[in-house]
């Protein structure tokens, strides 16, 4: 069970950190667009003005938002299942343990949430500078 639930945090932690590896692009090293600060100009000479980024960024981010959120109800669902499970258990050791153990991942759940949420919103933001 433990094997299992440690392959699942991994997988969930790769997928959190994947947009970072799809948008980590270099835009922009061509030296005439490095001349050009007006963003009409750079429009007009083809070169990145960087909207798309800011645009894909900003959609990243919000998808993770919201992964993060659901993880949060459904970490606290769980938190609710396991106390209700401890407390109905009436001194039977398997079932506090299962209930301990319940209580125990869906803590460890929000923490490995927490933790990528902000791995991919410091890389994002160190990335895609505005």
């Known amino acids: 069970m433990k094997k299992k639930l440690i392959i699942v945090a991994i997988l969930a932690l790769f997928t959190a950190c994947l947009p970072t590896r ?11 667009c490095s001349k050009l600060s007006d963003p009409d100009a750079l429009k007009a000479a083809g070169c990145p003005t960087g909207e798309g980024e800011a645009q894909v960024v900003n959609v990243a ?35 506090t343990k299962k209930a301990r153990d319940t209580i125990l991942y ?15 919103n410091f890389v994002l933001g160190s990335l895609f500078k505005e």
């Open 106 to 120: 869906a803590i460890l759940g929000v923490v490995l949430a927490v933790l990528a949420y902000t791995i991919v």
């Open 22 to 32: 799809v948008l980590a692009v270099e835009v922009g090293n061509d030296p005439a």
């Open 61 to 95: 981010q919000n998808i993770i938002n919201v992964v993060v959120a659901v993880l949060g109800i459904v970490a606290v669902l769980f938190v609710v299942i396991g106390a209700v499970g401890y407390t109905t258990s009436q001194g039977d050791p398997a079932k």
